[in-house]
C-alpha cells in the first residue's frame, strides 16, 4: 500500500480519541434500538453476561435492560464465540455472517494442540457431539459425561474442548439474561437460527465495518480486533474506497468517508465503561483512549479487563458496584487527581448507574477512592 506521505493528513491523539468516542456512542447517548446498537458496535465482548448492558446503557438513551434479554430469548441476538476466539454477544444476522469469518482462530487453536489430538477422528465426534446438543442444549459437563461413555480410552476433557472449536456454539438463555443465573449451556448455531435467513461472509465487509465503529484505524488495530491476519490484502482491494491518513507516529490509518471526525477539541462528557469492553481491546495501539502505564493497571495477567470511566474522554480510573445488606455502592477509584466539576459529573453519572442496576436497592452510594500511585 503506497500512499504519497505529504498529502497524508495527520490525526493526533485527541481527534482519534473524539472520532472513537463518536463511533462508539460514547460523546452522547444515541436514540437507538439495543439490537442496532449492537450491530453498529459488530457486537459487544461478553466474556462475563452482564458487561454488554452495562455497555448498552452508556451509549444508549433511556436503554431498558430487559429489552436484550428479549432480544436473546427471541433468538434476535445471541452470544457465541467470534472475534478474537472470545464470546460476543451478537445479533443473529451477524452471527451467521461472522462466524464463518473467525471459524479460522479456532482452527489455530485446535492445529496447536494436533500432537495431543493425533489418532482421533475429530469428525466424528464433533458428529456425535452436534446431534447431542441439536437435541437438547447441554452444559460441557454434561457433554463431557457423554465423551467419556463413548470414548471411554479418551481424555475427556480434550474431546470436549476441540469440539467447541470445532461447532459453532451458542450459549443459550436463561444464561447471559439479565438478573437471570444458571450454568451455560450450548446448542448448535444453526439448530439455534433455524428458519433465520443466512448472511453471506465477508471480511470486506467486516473491516468496513470495523473501521465505522473503531476508526480510523491501521491494518495492526483491525487484525488485533477481529484476530484475523493477512488484512493488509484486504485494505488494499478496498483502499479506492477508504481516506488514508496518519497518526503522530507516522503509521497510516484509514477510514471510511462517511464516519464522524469530531474537533479534537469536541467536549467529551463522563462515561462509565463496563469490563471487557471492546472500547479498549480494538486497537494495537491503544493509546487514544487509554495510557500505557494505566492499561497495566486495567489489564490483568489472567485475562480479566477491569471496568474503568472516562474524564475529558480518556481512561481516568477504575470502578466496581458492590451490594451489601440492600445496599448498593459504586466504588471509583481514579488514577489521578479529578477536577471538582468532572467529580460531580461522575457522582451524578454513577448515582444513575447504580439505581438502574440495583433499582430495588434500599440504599444507593457512591465511594470516591484517593489517587492511588502506580504499584512498582
Sequence with gaps: ????????????????????????????????????????????????????????????RDFVFDEVGELMTGRRALRIVLMRGTLHLVSARDARALRPLTQVLLDGHLKARASELDGIDLKAVAAYVRALLEDEPRTDKEVRALLAERW???????????????????QVPPRGVWGA??????????????GFAKSDPSVDELVLRY????????VQDVQQ?????????????????????????????????????PDPGAPAPVRFVPDFDNLLL????????????????????NGIIRATFLVDGFVHGMWKIEKKRGEAALRIDPFAPVPAPDRAALEEEGMRLLTAVHPGATSHRIDFGSPQAESR
Excluded at 451455560?184 to 437460527?193: F, G, M, N, Y
Design 1 to 60: 500500500m503506497t500512499t504519497d506521505r505529504a498529502d497524508v493528513p495527520v490525526l493526533g491523539r485527541r481527534a482519534l480519541n473524539r472520532a472513537l468516542l463518536a463511533r462508539q456512542m460514547l460523546l452522547e447517548r444515541h436514540a437507538m434500538p439495543p439490537l442496532d446498537a449492537i450491530e453498529h458496535l459488530v457486537g459487544m465482548q461478553s466474556q462475563a453476561p452482564n458487561p454488554p448492558y452495562i455497555g448498552l446503557w452508556s451509549r444508549l
Design 152 to 170: 471411554p480410552d479418551e481424555d475427556a476433557a480434550l474431546l470436549g474442548w476441540a469440539v467447541r472449536c470445532a461447532l459453532p456454539l451458542v
Design 181 to 194: 443465573s444458571g450454568t451455560a449451556r450450548h446448542t448448535t448455531l444453526e439448530a439455534w437460527l433455524d
Design 211 to 218: 473501521l465505522a465503529a473503531f476508526g480510523p484505524a491501521g
Design 225 to 261: 480486533w477481529s484476530g484475523l491476519t493477512r488484512l493488509g490484502e484486504v485494505v488494499e482491494r478496498l483502499l479506492p474506497k477508504l481516506l488514508v491518513f496518519r497518526d503522530e507516529k507516522g503509521r497510516t490509518l484509514y477510514d471510511v468517508p462517511e464516519a464522524p471526525r
Design 282 to 301: 480494538s486497537h494495537a495501539d491503544r493509546v487514544r483512549i487509554i495510557s500505557d502505564e494505566h492499561r497495566k493497571r486495567v489489564f490483568t495477567v
